[in-house]
């Protein structure tokens, strides 16, 4: 299955790469294939598919006084069981930090611990005239996009004219801005302000990081975008006047893109953080606090998103896999949920929960395939080794069965570094059977066979949607 069709073919593999796709029972200069090859893996009745590929992920990510649990080694292994086998993590400028010295000790974390290959955004946390310099300079380094936060003051913020200015070398050298749009400043207050009252639950994180605050965001990051010429895509998008503001400017031609979570396709602010009113004084819906935050089923969020993906409002589903543990971690936020640290762990799931959406009639079967591999591929530029089976591609590749059937649940199927599962419960209608990276067997049914320092870094071109 491709992005764009299927087809009943045998996948060669020669080494790490893909060598040809053959009809079944073919030869190839007058031998039999099957017969002259060192394995066979027989798909037959299951998807062949290009490996996932999760373009946001925080690996070790320092946040709220903690760090995000999964390290390279552990979240790596876990995108491997569930069928990705590539992720980019994001690359962390503090404020007062040199771009150098934040991506030195990214590649120093990441370098021999994965078990899949790995890109790097770079998170510019400090914008001035050294760290623009600098930027300017990634891509010969393979680092083609980079984040920024309107979110977060004191931490990851920019202000507009910060952002301007890095929008103009975003301009300049092709490189992707990514946003987090949420207007930070005004959350801040309202969240303050919220504790004051003593509302001091998870669920108020929900409150004061209203919808209001994401079309805001997400309006001024695209007109400071289209007065630059910057490309612009949108991280986590949740809220439906979000996408809104997406497919206006697309509308006019514009340049910009946006993702969305399976988070917020599938869990809400009613459901897990206690809208209804019973859970407001459950301290449990920590375990769903991220941001942008997980939105009301009744205003239509989820649907939107859904419609988003398929009316390709928004391109790509990735995780923002950004994992914490209830114990000590998550628990800061007791009695302040200001405190809790923002994130959900989802990089094992994103190819089970998406596959889940062609079963329930979301999204077609090759649209499955480009939301979660093709597109990361194309938008950040890895296409052609990456995201698509071909010759001469990388043979990162899924075998996935759509009679299969995977339970989630802390004690079913969980490989991340987590005491909890954001997806207790969820039953998937297929099931992760084979996977290979750059031709090796990484996971081959329920055994694991890959080994840390088998992922490499892979050094990105420009992304393939500049116009
Ligand atoms: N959102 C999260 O939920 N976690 C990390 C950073 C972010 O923007
Ligand atoms: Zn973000
Ligand atoms: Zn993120």
Known sequence: VSATGRAVADVLVDGETIRALLEPGSSLLGTDVAASVDRVIDATGRYVIPGGIDAHTHMQLPFGGTEAS????????AAAWGGTTSIIDFAVQTYGQRIEDGLAAWHEKAAGNCAIDYGFHQIVGDVNEASLATLRRLPDEGITSFKMFMAYPGVFYSDDAQILKAMQVSRDTGM???MHAENGPAIDVLAAQLVEQGRTEPFYHGVARAWEMEEEATHRAIML????GAPLYIVHVSAKQAVEQLAWARDKGQNVYGETCPQYLYLSLEDQLGAKGEQWGSFEGAKWVCSTPLRSREEGHQDSMWQALRTNDLQMVSTDHCPFCMKDQKELGLGDFRKIPNGIGSIEHRMDLMYQGVVTGEITLERWVELTSTTPARMFGLYGTKGVI?????????VYDPNG????????????????SAWEGYEIDGHVDTVLSRGKVIVDGDQYLGAKGDGRFLRRGLSQYLI
């Open 176 to 178: 992707l801005t990514m």
């Open 390 to 398: 071909q010759p001469g591609a990388d043979a990162d590749i899924v």
């Open 225 to 228: 975008a289209k007065l630059t």
């Open 405 to 420: 059937h995977t339970s989630i649940g802390l004690d079913k199927t969980h490989h991340m570094n987590m005491d909890y």
């Open 70 to 77: 999964d390290t390279f080694e552990t979240g790596t292994r």
